[in-house]
């Protein structure tokens, strides 16, 4: 039997024939993501507090920090950049990579349409704007460099391990470990499982190969990848929070309010 012939789209007047509240995951990611935001501004322009000597902790807002106008003992790669005053602090030569990456990030974009733009605000839900144009127009076709913004975030990482290595040295010249470090520790493995679970580290693996079987390797790793890949929300977000946790942490105990809880030196 032939299908009976189509009329077009069903006409509903309504917004929406959803009855659950929609309306709250959007809401919580707006709240969440401005929260972040607004800390963040505060912490770069603020551009002090960011480094604990004793303890070698520095805050991940200000890492690397690339200024002259960096505190002494907070520069592990030198101090290329110039100092530029107060409207350009030290992050500003390394923020827009990060949050480069994170901007263009698959789930933040679907995350920041969703609960900023209402684009549509949820699944099911009519969206107020008048025609979709995607992401083929300016400033949106941007979103495509995100591959490019994933390999600045691989440096970025290698940069935070390694500041977290700098971490484990105690007091008196040995070893060290206090609340800060395992905090650090905590914050670089959930970068690195959010940077690695990425869709493009993801294609950078596993794309373009017609036969996994001639190319063992690379299949055992995409594998991996597409385990971790699936938690790439929860990642997102963990790491997020890490992050302005670390910082917030660097900031109390570089103020004196209070004081690092040292497991040993």
């Known amino acids: 039997m032939s299908a009976p012939p189509t009329t077009g789209r069903a006409r509903i007047s309504a917004r929406t024939l959803r009855t659950d509240r929609w309306w709250i995951p959007p809401l919580l990611t707006f709240l969440g993501l401005s929260a972040f935001v607004i800390y963040g501004l505060v912490r770069t322009f603020m551009n002090a507090y960011y480094w604990v000597p004793e ?20 520069s592990h790669f030198g101090q290329p950049a110039p100092d530029l005053g107060p409207f350009v602090p030290p992050p500003i030569f390394v923020l827009p990579f ?18 900023f733009w209402a684009s549509p605000p949820a699944c099911a839900v009519t969206e107020p704007h008048g025609k979709y144009t995607g992401e083929s127009r300016f400033p949106l076709i941007m979103q495509n460099v995100h591959r490019y913004f994933f390999y600045a975030a691989m440096i970025v990482a290698l940069v935070l391990t390694y500041d977290t290595v700098i971490a484990f040295k105690g007091t008196d010249g040995g070893v060290g470990v206090g609340l800060g470090t395992v905090l650090m ?14 869709h493009s580290c993801r ?9 996994f079987s001639k190319h063992p390797v690379r299949y055992w790793m995409w594998t991996k990848i597409s385990r971790i890949n699936g ?3 929860l990642l997102a977000w963990a790491s997020l929070a890490s992050v302005a946790l670390v910082d917030l942490y660097v900031m109390l105990v570089a103020t004196g309010a209070i004081t690092d809880l040292r497991l040993f030196n």
Request: positive net charge; hydrophobic residues 40%.
């Open 55 to 74: 303890h070698n902790y520095l805050a991940p807002f200000f890492s690397p920090c690339l200024s002259a106008a960096c505190v002494p003992g907070a």
């Open 98 to 115: 990060v949050l480069g990456f994170r901007l263009t990030c698959y789930y933040y974009r679907k995350a920041y349409y969703r609960s």
């Open 185 to 198: 520790v905590i914050n670089v493995v959930l970068l690195w499982a959010y940077t690695l679970s990425c």
């Open 203 to 211: 294609h950078l693996i596993g794309g373009r190969i017609n036969h």
């Open 231 to 233: 938690r790439h929300m």
